[in-house]
């Protein structure tokens, strides 16, 4: 399985930047897709979650700014993100959690490798 995010780099304050994430080598079923961020010196935290039925969850921070969404049929999420301040500056992760489709059913959860995003001041 790989995790390909694009859309990453340098935006002033109140931009917008858009955030891909391409999943490939998909053999099970996938349960959620969600964008996760480091900012420098801080731990990793959830941005936004989206379920396979489209069911969409986001952190308080970013809750009518960015927006979640999939194109089921390519395996692809992408994160909108409008108005961004310079506290959005972080790296952003691709993150997906499956299951395989046989018993015993195991979880499975991969990460992409992230893509750098600046917001100047």
């Known amino acids: 399985v790989q995790l390909v995010e694009s859309g990453g780099g340098l935006v002033q304050t109140g931009g917008s930047l858009r955030l891909s994430c391409a999943a490939s080598?998909?053999?099970?079923?996938?349960?959620?897709m969600g964008w996760y961020r480091q900012a420098p010196g801080k731990q990793r935290e959830l941005v936004a979650t989206?379920?396979?039925?489209?069911?969409?969850n986001y952190t308080d921070s970013v809750k009518g700014r960015f927006t979640i969404s999939r194109e089921n049929a390519k395996n692809t999420m992408y994160l909108e993100m409008n108005s961004l301040k310079p506290e959005d500056t972080a790296v952003y992760y691709c993150?997906?959690?499956?299951?395989?489709?046989?018993?015993?059913?195991?979880?499975?959860?991969?990460w992409g490798t992230g893509t750098l995003l600046t917001v100047s001041a």
């Open positions: 993150n997906l959690k499956g299951t395989t489709t046989t018993w015993p059913y195991i979880a499975l959860n991969y």
């Open positions: 080598g998909i053999t099970f079923t996938i349960n959620s």
């Open positions: 989206i379920t396979r039925d489209g069911s969409t």
